[in-house]
């Protein structure tokens, strides 16, 4: 009885830690492929700094997300925090399509770049990252859920 | 459950890595991609429109193809009048492919003098409206537009008749004909040379035609033309004022008749 006590008292912070070392390697890998990416999109954010913008803060809230989400692992939250996310991806996405269409200006020269079609496919996929929490959240919640004898 | 929820998060995350993989490379790509204009030439067509022909280099480096390469071109007076068009399409410049093309506009002269005699007097700024359109990738539309300004120069700028200059030089037989001669001038500003025939006709102020002459002229660009033209007219009927009218004929236009009075 002692021991059991003992063992899941210990367990606890294992867990923690566990958690918090897997939410910030995920957070770091995936600012590590945006830190990657945006290398090769250098040139354009030079053009377009308030494309830039928009792309780090969508990461930034991403990542806290991301982070929080892995943080509360195990718990109904961690579902509800990837529904979270999921909608504001999609969100974020609808709020970019408002715009789908990036115009710059250089010098006498006006560029217009149309994004709308790569927008509407990351728009369903997000839909599709929404219907995998709602999925996740039933599959948690029937699993937690008691067995009645009738 | 679980094994739908891990098809969708396969799926999910297979197709995220395709799109921004697609995404990011055809961005990139982008900057492989060389577009280069030559210098605008001109020229008149046998059918007397005026030509601009403008050399495109297009050299595509990038990973993806580039489709429905347009270059479309418009000229607008100052009152917003498309005066030409003209539009060139590249299908498809594959990767790795360099195309050269030569992008036409084409003026039709005689329309536009005849259209107004503002071109054919004074000079005008037109606006030179550009805009160059592609699919990035084959997928991805990107337009850019700029507007330039271009100066027409008229052909008869500062055109002026004088006053029908008398002599007493009598000429044919019949008493009352006199070779009169009527001064004439103004610059050549357009961008091509300018030959051909100037005719009046010098009519008086009840319109009774007194006399006619004509002259062939030839005006290099940016030269100026001051000659008096020889004009036999009938002494009897000439008034104090009047009205000439002119016809030009040259290669590349015919206006006429263009009434300019005389006092």
Not at chain 1, 52 to 76: C, D, P
Request: hydrophobic residues 45%; glycine residues 8%; charged residues 15%.
């Amino acid at each position: 009885m002692f021991d059991e006590t003992k063992k899941d008292s210990e367990g606890v912070p294992r867990k923690i830690v566990f958690r918090a070392s897997k939410a910030t390697i995920k957070g770091s890998v995936f600012y590590g492929v945006y830190f990657v990416l945006s290398q090769y999109m250098a040139p354009v954010f030079t053009l377009i700094p308030s494309f830039q913008h928009m792309i780090e803060a969508f990461v930034i809230t991403y990542t806290v997300l991301l982070v929080v989400g892995e943080l509360t692992g195990g718990t109904v939250y961690q579902h509800f925090l990837s529904m979270t996310k999921a909608l504001f991806a999609v969100g974020y996405l609808m709020f970019l399509m408002g715009s789908g269409v990036i115009s710059l200006s250089l010098g006498s020269v006006s560029v217009a770049v149309d994004l709308r079609l790569i927008l509407t496919i990351a728009v369903l996929l997000s839909l599709l990252g929404v219907a995998k929490a709602v999925l996740e959240a039933v599959n948690y919640m029937s699993e937690r859920a008691e067995p009645t004898a009738l | 459950m679980k094994v739908a929820i891990r098809t969708v998060s396969i799926a999910s995350a297979v197709l995220w890595v395709f799109l921004i993989a697609f995404a990011v490379s055809a961005v990139f790509s982008v900057k492989d991609f060389q577009l280069t204009f030559g210098e605008l030439q001109s020229s008149i067509s046998p059918e007397n429109e005026v030509v601009f022909m403008l050399p495109v280099d297009i050299v595509n480096k990038g990973l993806y193809g580039i489709s429905d390469f347009n270059v479309s071109t418009e000229i607008v007076d100052e009152q917003g009048f498309t005066l030409a068009r003209g539009v060139t399409l590249v299908p498809l410049i594959g990767t790795g492919q360099t195309v050269n093309t030569t992008h036409q506009i084409k003026l039709k002269l005689n329309e536009i003098l005849n259209g107004s005699t503002r071109f054919l007097f004074d000079d005008v700024d037109l606006r030179f409206a550009q805009t160059f359109s592609m699919k990035a990738a084959e997928l991805i539309p990107v337009q850019a537009s700029s507007n330039m300004s271009l100066s027409w120069g008229a052909p008869l700028y500062n055109f002026t008749l004088g006053r029908p200059q008398s002599s007493t030089e009598v000429v044919g037989q019949n008493e009352g004909y006199a070779g009169v001669a009527v001064p004439v001038s103004f610059e050549n500003h357009a961008f091509f040379r300018l030959n051909g025939t100037l005719q009046v006709r010098v009519y008086n102020n009840v319109n009774v035609l007194i006399g006619t002459g004509k002259t062939s002229f030839d005006v290099p660009q940016g030269s100026a033309y001051h000659k008096g033209l020889m004009v036999d007219m009938t002494m009897q009927n000439v008034t104090s004022d009047g009205h000439y009218e002119v016809f030009v004929e040259t290669p590349v236009f015919s206006v006429g008749p263009l009434v300019v009075p005389y006092v």
